[in-house]
Nanobody
Framework: QVQLVESGGGLVRPGGSLRLSCEASGGTINNNAMGWFRQAPGKEREFVSAISWTGYTYYADPVKGRFIISRDNAKNTMWLQMNRLKPEDTAVYYC?????????????????WGQGTQVTVSS
């Protein structure tokens, strides 16, 4: 049973940066797709970014050019570098992982989810 723990959230001013981490335990994620989703108050959970086990990356349009996803399988860890943050990026951010085969990593069809970390962008 894979467990995921996110960290790195917090309060940041518009234009600032944060780096989220997602550490997996209880199993290997080497061949897994991994993703980040977020949920703002009153809204549905939405896709942010994903990375395949080969390192292929996916980004939602609102974060393209600002966010960078990466992973280190040896450390069982994934990161999301968030730059030029905007108030509309405010949400609880969740990491997720699922073993192969993965149909479309942009869809929330992941087997394992973290508990979420709050990101608030406000002046």
């Amino acid at each position: 049973q894979v467990q995921l723990v996110e960290s790195g959230g917090g309060l940041v001013r518009p234009g600032g940066s944060l780096r989220l981490s997602c550490e997996a335990s209880g199993g290997t994620i080497n061949n897994n797709a991994m993703g980040w989703f977020r949920q703002a108050p009153g809204k549905e959970r939405e896709f942010v970014s994903a990375i395949s086990w080969t390192g292929y990356t996916y980004y939602a349009d609102p974060v393209k050019g600002r966010f960078i996803i990466s992973r280190d399988n040896a450390k069982n860890t994934m990161w999301l570098q968030m730059n030029r943050l905007k108030p509309e990026d405010t949400a609880v951010y969740y990491c997720a992982t699922t073993p192969p085969p993965t149909q479309d990593p942009r869809l929330p069809n992941y087997d394992y989810w973290g508990q979420g970390t709050q990101v608030t962008v406000s002046s």
